[in-house]
Structures are given as C-alpha cells and as structure tokens.
C-alpha cells in the first residue's frame, strides 16, 4: 500500500513565522534591558515593573478581543496584521529616547497595543489556512520561529552590550531594524484566504449571539488559561532575579536567551506531538515544568544561585513551549470556522485582565515579602491549575 503524502506546511504560516521571529528579536532585545533599565537608570521599583508590565500586557491582550471580532465581522486578517505590526515598530525608538519612566510607559503601552491588534487576527489566519491534521504543527512552527526571534534578541543585546561597552540607549536603537522588516514580510510574503463572506454592517462583530455560539469546551479552555495566566507572571520579575543574584548587565540578557531556547526547542515538537495524544497532558506537563522553575528559582541563593537561576529559566521556557501553542490549538478545535477571530480575542482579553492582576501581585509580593515568596506563591498558583485540568478531565469522561 502506498504511503499517504505528507501534508506541506502552507508558505503563509513560515511567512507568519518570520514576521514573528523579527519582531521578537527586535522586542526581547528591549525587554531582556528594559527591567534593569527602569530600576538602575531611571530609579523604578519592583512594583513600578510589576505595574507597567502588568498594564501593557494585559492592553494586549485585551485589545485582541476587539481586533479578532473585526477580523471576524470583515472576513479579512491581513489590513490588521499590518496596522498592529507597524505601530509597534513606530513604538521602537521611544524607548533608546527616554528620560522618564513615563516615556517608557507610553513606548510599551503603544507597543503592547499594536501586539493586541495583530495577535487574534494572525492566529485566526493561521486557523484559517492550516491542514486539520497539523494544525498543530503550523501553531508550534510559528511559535518555535516567534520563540527563535525571542532567543536572538537577547542574544544581540549581550553581544552590542560588550561591543558598545555596555551603554545600553545605544544598544535600544538596533531594535528598530528588525521590526521594520517584519512589517516588509507582511507586505510581500502573507497571504490570506477568501474564506469568509462579511457579515451585514448591521450587525455587531461582538455580540451575545456570537458568544452562545462557543461550546462549553471552549469556556474550559478559557477556564483554563486564566489559572495558567495567573500562574505565570511577566518575565520581567526572571531578569529582576538575575539582577538580584549579582548578574552583570553585560550577561543579563542570558536569562532570556535561556528561556527563549527551550522555548523554541519545545514548541514545535509539543505542537506535532498535540496532533497525537490528549492535550491536557502536554498541560500537565507544562505546569510541573512551571512549579520547577519556580522552586528552583525561589532557592537560587548562595554559591550555587547562578546555576540554579539559568536551570529555573530553562524550565520556564519549557512551560511555555508545552503550554502556549496547545492552548492555542485547543481553541482552533473548540470554536466555529466563523468565529475563529472573535474565540481567540475573547481568550486574550479574559487572560489580559488576569494577567495585570498576575503582575499586580508579583510586583507586591516582591516588594513586600521578597522574590523567594513570590517565586513560591506561582507555584502555588501552578498547582491550582493542575487541579482544575483534572476537575475538567473528569467532567469530561462521565458527561
């Protein structure tokens, strides 16, 4: 019997891919500097970190509710993949630029407002477009590409730091390259399918009606990722941690270039092997991954704390190579063809609130009880995960 022909990965997902990849190697170049960058040069606290990570993070993911929804309602994805791609690379100067912690504010909100514009739309065009039987697999390759960009960047900005003798506004200018040929790629290389008809301008793009429409395996997987939000605060508090431990600003990107390692590693095998077993497991597995790295990191002192802090990143990328690809499957399978946009947007935006409250609560616990208790407060939160992915397995098997 003849072998059946392997499906082909479409071109517009390893062009997504790519897209993704510059734009996080521009990003985590800044992000890998900016923690430190607040708190040594410009004299903010734990907390201040908590509350602009917080906030410009949970813009993006609530502004992905509204863009998911228009890109739903116009049956196009492209036109808002190039709006929020492109303000995010005009936000990349502000940042070399700033004198104040308000400029660094304005830059991360304006920046985190573009990632919310493009996010739902780009992962509803790659639901769009993706083989059923490796959908998977497209999730996980343009999350390994985006995690290749997000190893890289840090990467740059160790390697500028010792060339430019640790002067780190000049080391923020060089982010600007990248993000603008992310915008380039979309231009020439993305591509999307008619696969929509509009709907009557009449009609709402976010409505009730559409939200009864989801099954209730969706309003799990949302159930979900709210713990998982919770669980995993901003990585910004990894690169504090590093500071902490005596790490010197010119290896400090090293933390996320760790993380972002087995990141990319992970995320592309976890995404074909989604394609081929439950993927509540490979949850699982993500959380006692997280509840590691957490541990670990909260006992990272003394002579062994720099091991330790790079074995805890580590497994933090892991986490995130098992978990943030599945979840996006698993709302891929749990939704309509016609609401791809909107289920992504409404996941983002639920997991936008939670995720300023994560960082809300890490950047207090941190100044107030220190990073040990913070670090073992996640853990906590990571087995209340854990829990409700068995409570949810459970209801499932006897319904």
């Not at 074995?311 to 996006?328: D, E, P, Y």
Request: proline content about 4%.
């Amino acid at each position: 019997m003849a072998d059946k022909p392997v499906t082909a990965i479409p071109r517009t997902i390893w062009a997504l891919g790519f897209v993704s990849l510059f734009m996080d190697l521009s990003s985590e170049l800044i992000h890998s500097l900016l923690p430190v960058f607040l708190v040594s040069t410009l004299g903010a606290s734990a907390l201040t970190v908590g509350v602009i990570e917080g906030i410009a993070e949970a813009t993006a993911h609530i502004v992905k509710v509204f863009s998911g929804s228009i890109s739903d309602f116009f049956g196009r994805r492209k036109l808002l993949l190039l709006i929020g791609y492109g303000l995010a690379a005009l936000s990349k100067p502000l940042f070399p630029m700033a004198d104040s912690v308000f400029t660094v504010f304005t830059a991360r909100f304006l920046d985190r407002i573009g990632k919310g514009i493009r996010g739902a739309p780009r992962d509803a065009l790659i639901a769009d477009v993706a083989p059923a039987k490796i959908r998977g697999a497209c999730f996980g390759l343009r999350q390994s590409l985006d995690t290749i960009g997000a190893f890289l960047g840090p990467l740059a900005a160790m390697l500028l730091l010792f060339l430019l003798h640790g002067d780190m506004t000049a080391v923020l200018w060089f982010a600007v390259i990248p993000s603008a040929l992310a915008v380039l790629l979309i231009l020439l290389a993305v591509d999307e399918p008619t696969l929509h008809t509009p709907r009557q301008i009449s009609n709402s793009p976010l409505c009730w009606h559409s939200l009864k429409q989801f099954s209730v395996h969706y309003w799990w997987v949302i159930l979900i990722g709210i713990f998982f939000t919770l669980a995993r605060f901003s990585e910004a508090f990894l690169v504090l941690r590093a500071q902490q431990n005596g790490l010197s600003i010119n290896w400090i990107p090293a933390i996320m270039v760790i993380m972002s390692l087995a990141y990319a590693l992970s995320a592309y095998p976890v995404g074909r092997l989604s394609d081929r077993i439950n993927k509540k497991w490979l949850l699982g597995i993500s959380l006692l991954w997280l509840i590691i790295s957490d541990i670990v990191l909260a006992l990272a002192h003394g002579e062994l704390s720099i091991p330790m802090l790079f074995i805890g990143v580590a497994c933090w990328g892991l986490h995130m190579g098992f978990s943030q690809g599945t979840l996006a499957t698993l709302i891929a399978e749990t939704t309509p063809l016609h609401l791809k946009g909107t289920a992504f947007g409404l996941f983002n935006f639920i997991s936008g609130i939670f995720m300023l409250l994560a960082s809300l609560i890490a950047g207090g616990l941190w100044t107030y009880y220190g990073a040990e208790f913070t670090f073992y407060c996640g853990a906590g939160f990571a087995l209340l995960a854990m829990l409700v992915l068995v409570v949810e397995s459970r209801i499932k098997n006897t319904g």
